[in-house]
């Protein structure tokens, strides 16, 4: 298949060929940022181009064949070479296959992707696949389809209805569904307080659950020898082995929760800290070994990586938060140990572990996370076929976990074989180094990760510059794999061009080779205001100094281009974060005020458009002046001002002429984005209303009010 040295982009395509216009472009990629997806998917849905126009400027860009699917019937014997699970979280579909060689055509979005290729061939046992691009939509609608029939045209049919198909890639991860249904309604209550057991068995059958209650630990063990339970709860004071019961319930499954309480009040007055606790310890950990990272010049912050696959672990075994907080903490410190050991002392992984505990117990440090460390990489020899401590359940997480990270390196993207490798290893070991239920616990977290990731549908456009495009490919990988959706641009005009048409959520800058400073400020000077869209700067170490001033022209941050792209990474994510609360916020507002009703007198224009700007919502505003029999229009994107009339004033000029009507009424009602007009008005909310403003202020000087 034949490379291009450098990839166009499709609308410049287009737009050459005279497929599209520019406004149709703009809208395009208006919707990208609110919806997803491909730029020419929302291209072909407003009807800008079809099908077969699209393909033919997608195979032009990538240097490619391409094929048209609504033109196709695919056997089902071609179907069924690539199974429905790879089919939908690969987003391909084979449609041709050629028995006297043995090849295999497959469409999808990226031809160019050799592992993708490599990965078909090995579902379709060896067949050499010729991988051809096709139209994001069709290959959704095709999808939807041939492979699941009850799906709806989009394709979008739950994951959780197919994701324990019968291609045997898979481990059936959600156990009997009748065990399952009894479970969730089944709570065993162990007490021997006679006054308040039956105001808590009669509490639990509220609820909807199936209560026993026994007064013995001993009696509760056999009770649980033949039924599961969701949730069990022991009083203190009661007789028999409670530990023995506990640790029983932990191996029968781990995700029964259990509460040891000391009276009934204190189980009553339960709060959620544990959970909050937990969370914020994790934060913590994360940005500690963060900074270590980078401190020390490392190329990953690994003890993170591993700390948040145990967390996933612990979550999908069902483990309470208090559990939980100590096992992720001896994950983070196992990890910094073995990474920071001078390297002779780590080609023994249990010397690492017992330097570890040495240190810890030197210290007093929390016993049972010392115990975990101890019961790593341990030879289980037929044990805990009947019980399961904590500690020996900890540490076979923090085992699985470890070996996994160690083998499997960071970045690199989890396929089928990949996994079906992990797999038969892991099942190979289980009995000998690995709990069954750990290891399928794990296998089902990855299968998770390799059927679920999806990128961020708000706040997840990010814009890049780089003057340097090959240096800036580890941070373009790395923001992917977080699962932003990237625009990039080599060249100032280009990048002023696009952020234009896409106005992303973030901008990064990568200078290798200008002048920092110049090119901000030639930036600035474009209309590009960095104070409305978070900006982070990565420059060579020895600049850094010298580049503070930007901060006040409103850079977020400044980044050695050395530093890992984790700590960017951290930023970009809280950032995030932080729009969606705010949003989250401000949508409320903004809801009070969808379908509202008002006057001019009370709510004037300019603090409506801002109360429902920040709101991020799609909204038509109708304004009446009743003194001329005026009324004005104003359409909002989520929450950008798309398009205003007023008689034959258009856009801004529209908007400045009803800012200054002091009486009249307004309704606002939230409509779709199909219901949007064309839009004729390319200017940031924030612009209009000050120019408003500057008018009214100006016409007050010149007609004072007496």
Same mark, same amino acid.
């Given at each position: 298949?034949?490379? =291009?040295?450098?990839?166009?982009? !499709?609308?410049? &395509? ?22 997803? %997806? ?55 579909? +084979? /449609?041709?296959?050629?028995?006297? @060689? ?55 049919? +739950? ?12 481990? =059936? ?8 249904? *009894?479970? #969730? ?36 063990? $056999? ?9 069990? /709860? ?66 990953? @912050? ?73 019961? *790593? ?38 396929? /089928? ?45 990010? *814009? ?71 900006? /982070? ?9 010298? !580049?503070? +001033? ?8 400044? &980044? ?37 009703? %008002? =006057? ?6 300019? $603090?409506?458009? #801002? ?17 001329? %029999?005026?009324? *004005? ?51 940031? =909310? ?21």
């Amino acid at each position: 298949m034949q490379q =291009n040295t450098k990839k166009r982009r !499709l609308d410049e &395509i287009l737009l050459e060929q005279g497929d599209v216009s520019e406004v149709q472009i703009k809208i395009a990629l208006k919707h990208q940022k609110i919806y997803g %997806g491909k730029f020419g998917s929302h291209l072909m849905h407003h009807g800008f181009i079809d099908e077969a126009g699209l393909v033919k400027a997608l195979s032009q860009q990538l240097g490619c064949d391409g094929i048209v699917l609504s033109q196709l019937e695919i056997p089902q014997a071609v179907l069924e070479m690539i199974p429905s699970d790879v089919a939908y979280a690969r987003k391909t579909v +084979p /449609f041709d296959f050629a028995p006297d @060689n043995g090849l295999l055509k497959v469409a999808c979005e990226n031809p160019g992707d050799d592992n993708l290729r490599d990965e078909l061939s090995f579902v379709a046992d060896g067949k050499t696949v010729e991988l051809y691009v096709a139209a994001e939509s069709a290959l959704d609608e095709a999808i939807g389809k041939y492979y699941f029939v009850d799906t709806d045209r989009s394709g979008n049919q +739950p994951y959780s209805e197919y994701k324990n198909s019968d291609t045997g890639l898979f481990i =059936n991860v959600d156990g009997d569904d009748t065990t399952d249904r *009894m479970k #969730q309604k089944a709570a065993l209550l162990v007490t021997d307080d006679e006054n308040s057991a039956p105001l808590l068995k009669l509490l639990l059958e509220e609820g909807g659950y199936a209560v026993e209650t026994t007064d013995s630990a001993n009696v509760a063990i $056999d009770i649980i020898a033949n039924r599961e339970f969701s949730a069990v /709860f022991i009083k203190d004071t009661v007789s028999g082995d409670y530990l023995d019961l506990i640790d029983r319930l932990r191996k029968k499954s781990p995700s029964t929760r259990v509460r040891y309480y000391e009276s009934a009040a204190s189980l009553l007055l339960e709060d959620d800290t544990a959970k909050s606790e937990h969370s914020l310890t994790l934060k913590n950990l994360d940005l500690f070994t963060s900074l270590l990272t980078i401190k020390n010049n490392l190329d990953e @912050n690994h003890s993170g990586r591993v700390g948040q696959y145990v967390d996933k672990l612990c979550q999908r075994l069902g483990l309470p938060f208090k559990e939980r907080n100590l096992i992720t903490d001896a994950a983070y410190l196992h990890d910094l140990a073995k990474f920071y050991y001078p390297e002779k002392e780590t080609s023994d992984l249990r010397a690492v572990v017992k330097l570890s505990a040495k240190l810890l117990k030197s210290i007093n440090y929390e016993p049972l996370v010392v115990e975990m460390l101890q019961t *790593m990489y341990v030879d289980l020899k037929k044990k805990y076929t009947c019980r399961l401590p904590i500690e020996a359940l900890g540490g076979n997480i923090l085992t699985i976990v470890d070996l996994f990270c160690d083998t499997f390196p960071t970045g690199q993207r989890l396929t /089928f074989d990949r996994y079906n490798t992990i797999k038969t290893k892991l099942n190979d070991h289980v009995g000998r180094l690995f709990l069954s239920e750990v290891a399928k616990a794990f296998l089902a977290v990855l299968q998770d990760e390799i059927l679920t990731a999806q990128p961020f549908e708000r706040f997840g456009q990010i *814009m890049i510059y780089s003057d340097c495009p090959t240096e800036s490919n580890p941070v373009e990988l790395r923001l992917k794999y977080e699962g932003y959706r990237l625009i990039t641009a080599d060249s100032r005009e280009a990048f002023t061009r696009l952020f234009e048409r896409s106005l992303p959520d973030m901008i990064v800058l990568r200078i290798t080779k200008s002048d920092p400073s110049k090119l901000v400020k030639e930036i600035a000077d474009e209309g590009i205001d960095f104070k409305s869209v978070p900006t /982070f700067l990565i420059v060579e170490h020895s600049a850094m100094g010298e !580049l503070t +001033p930007l901060l006040e022209m409103g850079i977020e941050d400044i &980044i050695d281009s050395q530093t890992n792209p984790d700590m960017l990474v951290l930023k970009v994510n809280k950032l995030r974060a932080q729009f969606e609360s705010r949003s989250e916020h401000e949508n409320q507002i903004a809801k009070q005020q969808a379908g509202a009703k %008002g =006057n001019l007198a009370d709510i004037n224009l300019i $603090d409506l458009l #801002q109360a429902l700007g920040p709101g991020k919502r799609t909204t038509k505003i109708t304004v009446n002046h009743p003194a001329d %029999g005026q009324t *004005m229009e104003i359409y909002l994107s989520q929450g950008s001002i798309t398009f205003a009339q007023l008689e034959d004033l258009r856009g801004a000029e529209a908007i400045y002429r009803g800012l200054t009507w002091q009486t009249g009424n307004w309704t606002v009602e939230t409509i779709t984005v199909d219901d949007l007009p064309d839009s004729n008005n390319q200017l940031p =909310n924030e612009s209009i209303l000050m120019e408003g403003c500057r008018q009214l202020d100006e016409m007050s000087r010149k007609h004072p009010v007496s």
